[in-house]
């Protein structure tokens, strides 16, 4: 008979939104986000450069009780994408979480300095916020699979206070 251990996860007590925290990695502080997550520091590039991939979350409250339209908000993440001479648009399509009036994943190939890496923006509005959920990871960051910002974009809950 195998147990499981349940990941532990970390939740943003003004939104509601938790998110898994895999092996290695840890909550940390980034001005102006919610809540961010960053993963061991690995090597990026052949030349030593090491960068740790991070997933961070954004909210804005609606104002006077106003919705936020998830359209507007993936559309215009699609523009700026598309606007950046060195982002790629790989995917955009419909990510369905639960308690959100609507949502959106964007994912899209870009340099951060002369490293290439992935950034996945998932976009959701639920009764009280817009959130934006981002994901950077190296390109060449295969790592644990067990802790990769898959894991913990897989793992999204959005509580009551979201």
């Known amino acids: ?3 499981t251990t349940a990941m532990p996860t970390v939740t943003c007590p003004t939104t509601g939104v938790t998110l898994p925290v895999p092996p290695g990695w840890e909550q940390v502080d980034a001005p102006g986000c919610t809540l961010a997550l960053a993963g061991p520091p ?4 052949r030349n030593g450069t090491e960068m740790r991939a991070s997933v961070v979350v954004t909210a804005h409250p609606h104002a006077d009780g106003t919705s936020t339209d ?3 908000l993936g559309h215009a993440a699609l523009a700026a994408a598309t606007l ?12 369905p979480l639960p308690r959100a009036l609507g949502s959106r994943r964007l ?3 870009a340099t951060q300095g002369t ?3 992935e950034i996945t923006q998932v976009l959701a509005v639920t009764d009280r916020h817009a959130l934006s959920i981002t994901a950077t990871r190296p390109v060449g ?4 699979p067990s ?7 897989g793992g999204i809950e959005l509580g009551e206070g979201a």
């Open 1 to 3: 008979m195998t147990t």
């Open 115 to 117: 490293l290439p890496v």
């Open 147 to 153: 802790a990769t910002t898959s894991t913990v974009l």
């Open 42 to 45: 690995r090597q990026a590039a």
């Open 84 to 95: 950046d001479p060195g982002s790629l648009p790989i995917a955009y399509d419909v990510l």
């Open 70 to 72: 998830v359209h507007a």
């Open 141 to 144: 960051d295969l790592g644990d």
């Open 107 to 109: 994912i899209v190939s």
